[in-house]
């Protein structure tokens, strides 16, 4: 056996990263484990790390007893006294054995189990260290591509960047180096595994966070993040200091700021839109650059009706949709673009068709069957046919209500004008 395992266990450590006590519970366990295989677990045996003299000790328990029946545990009161003379019957006795004496199976049984301790806490080291940086962003050394997938080397572990989370149209080649957010680390039977990602919304937050030294220190705050990796992404901003521009920060001095991130994106376009609570005008900003003329909140549905210049209509909606699409992950909420022209007719439309309901004798109808035959937007259209004031607010059934209250005073009105004599 090595007389002192003080200087090799603390190489370990340092080289592995594992903890100390960790370390000497291994040797303790693998020591045990060859004194157990030697004498074929006959014996209690209990083994303990010696600090000062750096070496594992094994100690053999026998119980003091007047007659013996089991040599392997048990020792006679004469034999024991010349150990210990103050030993009586019944006490305990510990005796240390030789420990360099073992069987060189016994030796390769406490390197194994020294081994898979080690390994063991290895895995543990490392879970423990990435799990804690789960939304940060790491640099790492392409290794090789597995099936599609990219081992990408981190120092201290190996992590799997997968298809679905690559960008399109980067590509990478083996020693090429990758900066990638750390999305889920989680413990899989062959150790820690961590998953990385190019394409996460928080990519784009954790760039900004390095670049903005605002944002670092929470004077900006990053509200929102909604991305098409590889295209196009939009980011809500907000400010805590009234001194402070959000917009004008994270871009930056000749836009140098956004420019960088842009760059690590491999030109992936980035809008910065100003955060308010104002839902209807966050929209609005949320849909630049495309001007907005007016627009209608549905808070039940959270939905917004947006109407925007015919020459606008393009620009808002954006290329196959990306524009609006965007603009509706940043703000949570379903967002439907109407032309003015198109506003204006859908208007009309309602405003006849309310009109030919409209017949002699006909009963007015109800606020239930209002509200079961119509959106809110088409009540509200109603009611800015009857001019209710405030409906902007109105919920739907208050919308019901009220459109179902002027339908009624108008046919009464229309009902007690006097016909003309002939």
Not at 221 to 242: C, L, N, Q, T
Not at 369 to 382: I, K, N, V
Request: with cysteine; proline share 4%.
């Amino acid at each position: 056996m090595v007389t002192n395992l003080n200087h090799i266990i603390d190489q370990v450590v340092k080289d592995k990263g594992i903890d100390r006590a960790v370390l000497v519970e291994a040797l303790e366990s693998a020591v045990l484990s060859a004194a157990n295989k030697k004498y074929r677990n006959t014996r209690d045996l209990e083994a303990h790390y010696n600090d000062e003299l750096g070496e594992v000790e094994v100690f053999e328990f026998v119980t003091v007893v007047d007659e013996v029946q089991d040599s392997y545990k048990e020792i006679d009161l004469v034999e024991a006294a010349e150990i210990d003379p103050e030993v009586e019957a019944g006490d305990s006795l510990g005796m240390k054995l030789d420990a360099s004496n073992f069987s060189r199976i016994a030796a390769q049984t406490a390197k194994q189990v020294i081994i898979q301790k080690v390994r063991e806490a290895e895995r543990e080291g490392v879970f423990n260290e990435f799990q804690d940086r789960v939304g940060e962003m790491v640099n790492g050394i392409v290794r090789r591509y597995e099936r599609g997938d990219l081992i990408v080397d981190l120092g201290r572990a190996e992590a799997l960047l997968p298809h679905r989370e690559q960008v399109p149209r980067e590509n990478y080649r083996q020693g090429d180096r990758v900066r990638a957010y750390i999305s889920e680390v989680k413990m899989s039977t062959k150790g820690p595994q961590i998953i990385l990602s190019r394409t996460h919304p928080g990519v784009v937050a954790a760039l900004f966070h390095f670049e903005v030294p605002e944002i670092a220190e929470g004077i900006v705050e990053i509200k929102a993040v909604s991305r098409e990796p590889g295209s196009r992404a939009k980011i809500a901003v907000v400010s805590h200091d009234p001194d402070v521009d959000p917009v004008g920060a994270c871009v930056g001095m000749r836009g140098s700021r956004v420019q960088n991130v842009v760059s690590e994106l491999r030109g992936e376009k980035i809008d910065i839109i100003p955060w308010t609570p104002d839902t209807a005008r966050f929209a609005c900003a949320a849909l630049a650059p495309a001007e907005v003329t007016r627009v209608y909140v549905d808070n039940d549905e959270q939905s917004l009706e947006v109407i925007v210049p015919d020459d606008q209509l393009s620009l808002a909606i954006g290329k196959k949709g990306q524009n609006v699409r965007l603009a509706a992950k940043l703000t949570g909420w379903k967002i439907d673009i109407k032309s003015e022209t198109r506003a204006a007719e859908i208007e009309l439309e309602e405003a006849t068709a309310a009109d030919a309901g409209e017949g002699e004798g006909a009963e007015p109808e109800q606020p239930e069957q209002l509200t079961d035959q119509y959106t809110r937007d088409e009540l509200y259209e109603m009611a800015k046919g009857y001019d209710i004031p405030g409906r902007s607010s109105m919920t739907k059934d208050e919308l019901a209500r009220q459109v179902a209250q002027f339908a009624a005073e108008a046919e009464a009105g229309a009902a007690d004008v006097p016909a003309e004599e002939e």
